[in-house]
T-cell receptor
C-alpha cells in the first residue's frame, strides 16, 4: 500500500516570506497527486492535482503554485505568503491502475501559520 | 457543479448506540464512494469504500449505497468515545479522477 510523506509538520512564517512544502509517495508508481488546504473548522479545498511529471492543474486562482519534478514528488510553493494562506495543507495520492476503484490516501499534513 | 452534501452536525450519540451518518451527491453517474474519518488536528484516513448498491460491512462499520436515490450512509454500531471525529464522505467525480468531498459531519460519542 502507498505511504504519503509530508514535511515539515508545523511551520510558522511571516507575511511576505516564501514557502516550500514537499510531499513524497512510497509504494506506488505514477500516482495522481493532490494538494488540499483545510482552514480551521472547514472542509477540504482542492488546490492542485497532477497526473504525471510536470503536469499540474490548478483548481483555484491563488498565491500558490505546485510542481512535480519527479514521479513521486509533489511540491507546493509560494513566493510571498499572505495571512490568508494559513491552514492545514494535505498532500494526497491515488494509484491510477484501479481507475475509479482506487481510494485516495493522505499524508500527515503540514500546519502553516502565517503571522 | 458536482456536489456532495453532508449534515455538518454535531451529531451526538451515547456510547454503545448506533451512529448514522448520511451523504447525498449530485452526479448520477458517480461510481465510487468513500468514507474518511478525521480526528481533530489529524489528516483524513480511509475507513470504507463502496461501489455497488446495498450494504458493505467491515467490523462495526456498515456503508450503505442507494444509487437511485443518490444517497450513501455510514452506520457505526456500538459507538465508542474513540469514534468521536469528523466523518467525510467522498465521491469519485469525473474524468480527472478527483474525489469530491463533503464538508464532513462531526460525531461526538458521549460516555
Amino acid at each position: 500500500s502507498q505511504t504519503i510523506h509530508q514535511w515539515p509538520a508545523t511551520l510558522v512564517q511571516p507575511v511576505g516570506s516564501p514557502l516550500s512544502l514537499e510531499c513524497t509517495v512510497e509504494g506506488t508508481s505514477n500516482p495522481n497527486l493532490y494538494w488540499y488546504r483545510q482552514a480551521a473548522g472547514r472542509g477540504l479545498q482542492l488546490l492542485f492535482y497532477s497526473v504525471g511529471i510536470g503536469q499540474i492543474s490548478s483548481e483555484v486562482p491563488q498565491n500558490l503554485s505546485a510542481s512535480r519534478p519527479q514521479d513521486r514528488q509533489f511540491i507546493l510553493s509560494s513566493k510571498k505568503l499572505l495571512l490568508s494562506d494559513s491552514g492545514f495543507y494535505l498532500c494526497a495520492g491515488r494509484s491510477t491502475p484501479g481507475g475509479h476503484l482506487s481510494a485516495q490516501y493522505f499524508g500527515p499534513g503540514t500546519r502553516l501559520l502565517v503571522l | 457543479q458536482k456536489e456532495v452534501e453532508q449534515n455538518s452536525g454535531p451529531l451526538s450519540v451515547p456510547e454503545g448506540a448506533i451512529a448514522s451518518l448520511n451523504c447525498t451527491y449530485s452526479d448520477r453517474g458517480s461510481q465510487s464512494f468513500f468514507w474518511y474519518r478525521q480526528y481533530s488536528g489529524k489528516s483524513p484516513e480511509l475507513i470504507m469504500s463502496i461501489y455497488s448498491n446495498g450494504d458493505k460491512e467491515d467490523g462495526r462499520f456498515t456503508a450503505q449505497l442507494n444509487k437511485a436515490s443518490q444517497y450513501v450512509s455510514l452506520l457505526i454500531r456500538d459507538s465508542q468515545p474513540s469514534d468521536s471525529a469528523t466523518y467525510l464522505c467522498a465521491v469519485y467525480g469525473g474524468s480527472q479522477g478527483n474525489l469530491i468531498f463533503g464538508k464532513g459531519t462531526k460525531l461526538s460519542v458521549k460516555p
